[in-house]
């Protein structure tokens, strides 16, 4: 079952068929560092014009990075469609820790509480001014991490990045697919509702 009103389309790589993206309203990549899978590849120019469109944009755990040597010439765009990213490999920790919620009212929050989450922890992320920093762990050796953030760019469209979701036991906990789904919703710019009966997950 899914959320009324949303039909997810899975896609293993790109759509091949130009109708897969017609009134695709976000976008979920969970695969290879996403810059270069969505810039370092012949589909860059429709990934543009569907970010400067306003459609959303969620990365999972390694697709919310950029290679270390591609920062210069594809951090600039990533950027401004994630509004953050990891830089691979610049650092991993891991462990359990308490996931914190920065921004509690924020829709991406909605109807999961802070709880002990086990993962792959990718340290020193670059946040952008303009986002939003929602989600933070504790790394043994690093301290404080920023895991989530949410990004409101200025062609309108929406984007969230969470350096989380290294494990598949983590997609059994409730609270973290809630978490992922209520992202897809928010970038889509479909409301989240108060009454979360409402969502499958």
Same mark, same amino acid.
């Given at each position: 079952? +899914? /959320?009324?009103?949303?039909?997810? /389309?899975?896609?293993?790589?790109? &759509?091949?068929?130009?109708?897969? #993206?017609?009134?695709?309203? !976000?976008?979920?990549?969970? /695969? @290879?560092?996403g !810059?270069?899978?969505?810039?370092? $590849? %012949?589909?860059?120019?429709?990934?543009?014009?569907l970010?400067? $469109?306003?459609?959303?944009?969620? +990365?999972?755990?390694?697709?919310?990075?950029?290679?270390?040597?591609?920062? *210069?010439?594809?951090?600039?765009?990533?950027?401004?469609?994630?509004?953050? +990213?990891?830089?691979?490999?610049?650092?991993?920790?891991?462990?359990?820790?308490?996931?914190?919620?920065?921004? &509690?009212d924020? %829709?991406?929050?909605?109807?999961?509480?802070e709880? *002990?989450?086990?993962?792959?922890?990718y340290?020193? &992320?670059?946040?952008?001014?303009?986002? +939003? @920093?929602?989600?933070?762990?504790?790394?043994?050796?690093?301290?404080?991490?920023?895991?989530?953030?949410?990004? *409101?760019?200025?062609?309108?469209?929406?984007?969230?990045?969470? /350096?989380?979701?290294?494990?598949?036991?983590?997609? *059994? #906990?409730?609270?973290?697919?809630?978490?992922?789904?209520?992202?897809?919703l928010?970038?889509?710019?479909?409301?989240? &509702?108060?009454?979360?009966?409402?969502?499958?997950?």
């Amino acid at each position: 079952m +899914t /959320t009324p009103g949303v039909k997810p /389309t899975v896609s293993n790589g790109w &759509p091949q068929d130009a109708a897969a #993206l017609k009134d695709v309203k !976000a976008i979920v990549v969970y /695969t @290879s560092p996403g !810059a270069e899978f969505l810039l370092d $590849s %012949p589909h860059r120019d429709e990934v543009d014009k569907l970010m400067k $469109s306003g459609v959303g944009l969620v +990365t999972i755990h390694w697709a919310s990075s950029v290679k270390k040597e591609n920062l *210069e010439r594809l951090g600039p765009a990533w950027l401004s469609y994630l509004g953050g +990213t990891w830089v691979s490999n610049v650092g991993l920790g891991g462990g359990k820790s308490d996931l914190k919620q920065l921004v &509690p009212d924020h %829709p991406i929050c909605r109807g999961w509480k802070e709880y *002990e989450i086990d993962d792959e922890y990718y340290l020193h &992320p670059t946040i952008s001014s303009g986002a +939003t @920093s929602l989600l933070q762990v504790k790394d043994k050796k690093a301290g404080e991490v920023i895991v989530g953030w949410a990004f *409101e760019r200025k062609d309108g469209g929406r984007a969230f990045g969470t /350096t989380l979701g290294h494990p598949y036991r983590n997609f *059994e #906990l409730d609270a973290f697919r809630r978490m992922i789904v209520n992202s897809i919703l928010w970038t889509a710019k479909v409301e989240v &509702p108060k009454d979360l009966s409402l969502i499958h997950i």
